[in-house]
């Protein structure tokens, strides 16, 4: 597949420019522009045709229109594109009306690179099989790409893991340079206060719904 485009959208231009540079940092994704207003962002996706972006991060503080208001006027217009909102509205009437308006994901401001990568790499991984030929050939098809997207893939947690730990575990492995080189059960286990036994539990679990690669460290 080709990467998938972006268009950041947020008034703050440090923070647009920071938004930018996380996108860049996740493999398959490339920022095509950047949109400081919501009339900005309207140009941006109808320049576009509509084929020119593939993902919109949002903010929905922007200082002439409200972003949900920029989603339901995508959504009158015909437009398909999908919505990441990033942003620190935590009312729950703006949640839910979010989700009426099919934004895919929801980021809290202020967040870590680990969430926002967990974030693209989900819609990804969901943009993935929804793009794909032919039709779903039974019920748990569409169960799984709505599990894919919302973070709950593949099975439960095997006996005696929990979904906070294996959060704490993976958070480790994708915060900033320590991507890049990996971690071992032992650095996994000083870095969240579990044992290296059970750190290696949680890293066998990740290595298995390929969430993790193992790699020999020599030396």
Known sequence: MTDIRVLVVEDEPLLAEAHSAYTERVPGFVV???AHTARAAMAALRA???GGV???LLDFRLPDL???DVCRALRAAGSSVDVLAVTSARDLAVVRTAVSLGVTHYLLKPFTFAAFRDKLERYADYRAQALADGEVAAQHEVDQMFATLR???GHSLPKGLDAQTLD???AALTDG???EVGLSATEVSALTGISRVTARR???YLVTVDRAARTPRYG
Do not use: F, I, P, S
Request: avoid cysteine; aromatic fraction near 4%.
């Open 32 to 34: 095509v522009g950047v």
């Open 48 to 50: 576009g045709g509509g």
């Open 54 to 56: 593939d993902l919109v």
């Open 66 to 68: 409200h972003g949900l």
């Open 151 to 153: 973070g709950t893939a």
């Open 168 to 170: 704490r575990v993976r």
């Open 177 to 179: 340079t320590r991507a």
């Open 202 to 204: 949680y890293l066998e």
